[in-house]
């Protein structure tokens, strides 16, 4: 499974910005995916998480201004980030379960400027 995330940039304190996971290969409709962040400086970190069934599990930092969706026919998840603050600056790791290794994408920044 090859993942290609997409969708950062730059961004206001209070915007909004979308990203995208398009993922290859046959497992993504049946596995969980989600987004980790690594600031800089800091630890990788856990963002959102959407399951086969749909299910969705988020950080509380950022419970009630992400969403994150999945669309099984495109093989691409996304991340719906609102209201966004400055401490949501972070590259943001696109991530798939599998077997017996998971998979990452290469990354794309999010900067949020105050």
């Known amino acids: 499974v090859q993942l290609q995330a997409s969708g950062g940039g730059l961004a206001q304190a209070g915007g909004s910005l979308r990203l995208s996971c398009a993922a290859s290969?046959?497992?993504?409709?049946?596995?969980?995916m989600g987004w980790y962040r690594q600031a800089p400086g800091k630890q990788r970190e856990f963002v959102a998480r959407?399951?086969?069934?749909?299910?969705?599990k988020y950080a509380d930092s950022v419970k009630g201004r992400f969403t994150i969706s999945r669309d099984n026919a495109k093989n691409t998840g996304y991340l719906q980030m609102t209201s966004l603050k400055p401490e949501d600056t972070a590259v943001y790791y696109c991530?798939?379960?599998?077997?017996?290794?998971?998979?990452w994408g290469q990354g794309t920044l999010v900067t949020v400027s105050s």
């Open positions: 290969g046959s497992i993504f409709s049946a596995t969980s």
């Open positions: 991530w798939v379960r599998g077997i017996p290794l998971d998979y």
């Open positions: 959407v399951s086969s069934d749909g299910s969705t």
